[in-house]
């Protein structure tokens, strides 16, 4: 995904000036090191489900102030420094647009992805 050319696209939307005064991009990346260990990671698996994703999705844009929200995941294997989830939430202040991307954040990763480290 381009980040840029998303944004650009979203700002294109007749309705966007009047309901977006924040927008907030997760860019999740392979880490080179496990979190739990921080052994070296050569490369790592990741499913998706994304009719998950999507359900959360359209959750968390009924959040207060939020306008839109856009989420891109790739499945496959990957190495350090790949990206592997974007999310762009757009909203009316910081404190929904926050709240509304942790909580995204949280929820897509804990219940939408499933990810095997591969050890060097």
Known sequence: M?????????????????????????????RGWS?????????????????????IR??????PGIYKIVTHAN??????GDDV???IVAGDIRENVKECLASLLDRVKAEAFSKKEIFA
């Open 75 to 80: 499945e496959g294997v990957f190495k350090p």
């Open 35 to 55: 979190r739990g260990t921080h052994d070296e990671v050569s490369s790592i698996e990741i499913k998706v489900d994304y009719d998950k994703i999507e359900q």
């Open 58 to 63: 359209q959750e968390h844009e009924k959040f």
């Open 2 to 30: 381009d980040i840029s050319k998303k944004i650009a696209e979203l700002k294109q939307d007749p309705e966007f000036a009047d309901n977006v005064g924040m927008i907030l991009v997760h860019n999740g990346i392979v």
């Open 85 to 87: 989830l974007f999310l």
